[in-house]
């Protein structure tokens, strides 16, 4: 990694040299206080109750490890396939329902995978509607009579969450493909490529590092992922953690586990780094020059449609249906004035919690640019560790610097002044706000870098030759330049927060509750007819989000 | 300008909620849905005045507790189940008291020996049986779950979940640790399936013929029969109330414990003793088919037709202590799988 930046240092040395450390200050203060929660796990894992390793080593911890392999493994074949193909037919190809599936193909990222894995299985299971018209129909008295895939399996956790993850690397990928120049493709395909051969040997490694960060993104959010593992009894890392928490009793065995997971995400991403380590890629991007999309014969039109169709189904119109269908049936019990301020506060915390997020990660990425350091880039790995750790640690994380900082205020006060301040943040929306941000920053540093890293320096060099400071020429040069990224990351990190439940269930204020930890009231007492309605609320809300999403992301490029 | 956007929106953020003041409240963290605490606190609030404040989480309660301090503005505390309870007593975060009230309406077995912790609640571990499928009396001990005749033929909820857990502590308590690993794996080997969902689904799965016998809470049988496309489901089970002529059906508690720290200490004591009076004990009972805590009240009219519960005297605080033997005995069965 370090060898080709490095390189590219030394022959745009004007940068770097020319650069106040302001940015560089802020960078390292921000990413201190960003890294707080995820230190103060790596500091809790010292301290375990009783060594937890002997008896997982001897019992679960083989089965954990394959298990989380598989899964990931799993997914990230399904995210890819679903993802890569869609983002190529919709961007590059010419077939019925095309604008409709731009948007489309994001809607399964507004359905939480716990929702998403409730569903399906109140209608695949035994019990459930499938199974029983089969029975009726066929006449098979019980399970001994026939074959029926089992939803609550890995397998079916693995089509649970890759149904609802491929979005981020649809996004990420159709963005990529929409940057990039269309006369690469004319190139390839006059030297006698075909299209299937220029796909892959010219299309996917130039969208490589975007579709690393996409998927990057989906892994880590399925190691993480706790709701639809334990709903399937799929026993992961994740599980075995949170065994060893509440069941064991044992936070700094937990801890361990989470830092042992942290530490796995570290090298995958560091692999994937590595591995593109001599690549380094400047477009300007050329706005003039439209995407020419293939016009396809009608059997191919046809694959196009089905390739976009399945996973729109089963990601969200089934999902969606049947969830509109238990808060119909439901709609007595389940409505309830405190929706519209549950809302609001859904709306309200993902907001901020977004441009909060959007602000820190450009602020990240645009001073890693400017000081294209070891240093800078080992914070801004730092910083995004957040998003490799489950919720629930990770707000306990956040509860150790917050109490920390609330209780030393209020002991100064206290022996100084006599007076008491009590807590300041803990308990707050701040301390939701900054967890979300902690937890996301990951999303909006991540895609903004990559972006970033695609325009070429001449255009700093020209801006600050023309006497324009750093600061300026972010907002003049690059941040236009980005638009379509950067709405992208802030609705990506939104819909991510409307969906969070186990940080904002362990640190929110008192009588406080949003849409998701209104579902989960529900849910987890085995209600999940009286939770359809709020859930439906989610999926919904989250909707128009990804519509302006894609629509930003369209508009970057005038398409003929 | 954007940062000057972030930042008001910050500091509204900030604003945002209304930190408990000091008088007129009680504030709670509860392992418990708020939802079905709702009844109980407006009839507090009706009656006293007094406004609550509820968090409700499944996790890290515990340790936001303790990392608040001295400065927590939490007074009470809400569980579900003993080892959360218990949980507190060892980090010791709860404070014991000497309340008459308290002593009078909870009987001795179901609170702390100091006053740490008292049950509001209990709630049965039960078989549920199929109608058509099981004898009555067929089954009739927790111990006969491990017979051969059952063979393929048992559905339950994960073995680590805390209700489980519990049931699984109480047998070591009973019978000692080699004897219940050998129990739980004639269990296991007698599951017609995976462990998987929760309790209700246990009694749908019997209700399809997945299985014949399950093991589950009480109120989850309750509260499906109160809900009219689930009533089919439940009414096709019939509940067995194990060892019930023996050393009693193991049941599990939910209850409240006042922390160390409460602010708003002598209105949380309040709050404590109106949900040991009978007219609480009635709503919070009822709201979700328990078993009041306070011998004086009756149960609903449909638990009560269930039948008498005749429950485990086993102390509470020793199936807490057997916890992480048990857990360890689910990993070392690999019941789970």
């Known amino acids: 990694m370090s060898e080709a930046i490095e390189q590219t240092g030394a022959r745009y040395p004007l940068l770097a040299k020319r650069t106040s450390k302001r940015w560089l200050i802020t960078a390292a203060v921000t990413t201190a206080i960003v890294a707080l929660p995820v230190l103060s796990v790596l500091i809790l894992a010292l301290f375990p109750e009783e060594n937890i390793w002997p008896h997982l080593l001897n019992t679960t911890l083989p089965r954990y490890l394959v298990t989380t392999l598989q899964l990931m493994a799993g997914v990230a074949f399904i995210t890819l396939v679903i993802g890569l193909a869609s983002a190529w037919a919709v961007t590059m190809c010419d077939f019925p329902g095309r604008k409709f599936f731009e948007w489309a193909m994001l809607l399964p990222f507004a359905v939480p995978a716990y929702v998403i894995a409730y569903v399906y299985t109140s209608l695949l299971d035994y019990a459930g509607p499938v199974q029983t018209a089969m029975r009726d129909w066929f006449g098979w008295r019980n399970a001994a009579d026939y074959w029926f895939p089992e939803i609550r399996s890995l397998e079916g956790a693995t089509l649970m969450i890759g149904l609802v993850l491929y979005p981020y690397v649809y996004l990420l990928a159709r963005a990529a493909f929409l940057e990039q120049s269309p006369s690469l493709f004319a190139v390839s395909r006059s030297l006698g490529h075909s299209a299937i051969s220029t796909f892959f040997r010219v299309v996917l490694p130039i969208a490589r590092p975007a579709i690393a960060v996409g998927l990057s993104l989906v892994l880590m959010e399925t190691l993480n992922d706790f709701g639809t593992v334990d709903f399937f009894a799929v026993q992961t890392l994740t599980a075995g953690l949170f065994d060893t928490w509440m069941n064991l009793g044992n936070l700094g065995g937990a801890a361990q586990i989470a830092t042992t997971m942290l530490a796995f995400v570290v090298i995958l991403v560091t692999l994937e780094r590595y591995s593109r380590r001599k690549q380094q890629q400047f477009a300007a991007r050329d706005n003039r020059e439209p995407i020419r999309r293939f016009t396809l014969s009608r059997p191919r039109q046809f694959v196009c449609v089905a390739v976009c169709l399945v996973p729109v189904i089963f990601g969200f119109l089934l999902p969606a249906a049947t969830l509109g269908h238990y808060a119909w049936e439901y709609f007595d019990e389940s409505w309830n004035p405190d929706f519209v301020r549950n809302t609001l506060n859904s709306l309200f915390l993902s907001g901020t919690a977004a441009l909060t997020t959007l602000i820190i990660g450009v602020t990240l990425a645009y001073s890693r640019r400017l000081h294209d350091t070891r240093g800078m880039r080992v914070m801004m790995r730092l910083s995004s560790l957040g998003y490799a750790m489950p919720g629930a640690v990770l707000a306990v994380g956040v509860i150790v610097p917050l109490a920390g900082f609330d209780n030393w205020v209020d002991g100064i006060l206290r022996d100084n002044f006599g007076v008491s301040s009590g807590l300041l943040l803990s308990g707050t929306a701040f301390a939701l706000v900054f967890a979300y941000t902690v937890r996301f920053l990951a999303v909006s540093a991540g895609s903004v870098e990559s972006a970033l890293q695609k325009i070429t320096p001449s255009m700093d060099m020209a801006s600050r030759s023309l006497g324009h400071s750093p600061g300026n020429t972010l907002l003049k040069v690059h941040l236009p330049m980005l638009r379509g990224t950067l709405i992208t990351a802030a609705l990506v990190v939104f819909v991510d927060c409307m969906k969070e439940l186990p940080a904002t269930l362990i640190l929110r204020p008192f009588n406080f509750e949003t849409l998701a930890t209104y579902v989960y009231q529900f849910a987890s007492d085995e209600k999940l007819a009286h939770s359809a309605l709020p859930a439906l609320i989610i999926v919904l809300a989250g909707i128009i989000p990804i519509i302006l999403m894609s629509k930003s992301i369209s508009d970057t490029r005038a398409i003929s | ?337």
């Open chain 2, 1 to 337: 300008m954007k940062m000057k956007l972030a930042a008001t929106a910050i500091a509204a953020a900030c604003a945002l909620p209304l930190q408990a003041s000091a008088d007129g409240e009680v504030n709670i963290y509860s392992y418990r849905q708020a939802y079905l605490l709702e009844p109980l606190l407006n009839a507090f609030q009706e009656e006293t005045g007094i406004e609550t404040n509820v968090v409700f989480a499944k996790k890290g309660l515990a340790e936001r507790l303790e990392r608040e301090g001295r400065n927590s503005p939490a007074d009470l505390v809400m569980t579900v189940d003993i080892s959360r309870i218990n949980e507190l007593v060892e980090r010791d975060l709860v404070e014991g008291i000497e309340n008459d009230t308290l002593q009078n309406n909870i009987p001795q077995n179901l609170r702390h020996p100091d006053g740490k912790w008292f049950a509001l609640t209990t709630r049965g571990r039960l078989i549920y049986a199929s109608k058509e499928r099981v004898e009555e009396g067929e089954i009739t001990t927790y111990e006969q779950l491990a017979d051969e005749k059952w063979d393929d033929r048992i559905c339950t909820r994960s073995g680590k979940h805390p209700y489980n857990i519990a049931l699984f502590s109480s047998m070591i308590a009973h019978h000692g640790e080699e004897a219940t690993e050998e129990w739980l794996e004639g269990l296991k080997d007698n599951l017609a399936r995976k462990p998987q969902g929760g309790d209700r689904d246990q009694i749908k799965a019997i209700h399809a013929g997945e299985c014949d016998i399950a093991i589950g809470n009480s109120y989850y049988y309750g509260n499906m029969l109160n809900d009219e496309n689930q009533r089919e489901a439940a009414e096709s089970v019939r509940l067995v109330f194990p060892n019930a002529d023996g050393r009693g059906t193991h049941i599990n508690i939910s209850g409240i414990a006042l922390t160390k720290s409460a602010p708003n200490r002598d209105n949380a004591i309040r709050l404590m003793e109106f949900l040991s009076e009978p007219k609480a004990q009635q709503i919070y009972a009822e709201a979700n088919t328990e078993y009041p805590a306070n011998p004086s009240v009756k149960p609903s009219g449909m638990v009560a037709e269930w039948g008498e519960i005749n429950p485990d005297d086993l102390s509470l605080q020793e199936i807490a202590e057997n916890r992480s033997a048990a857990v360890k005995m689910v990993d070392r069965v690999d019941y789970d799988n």
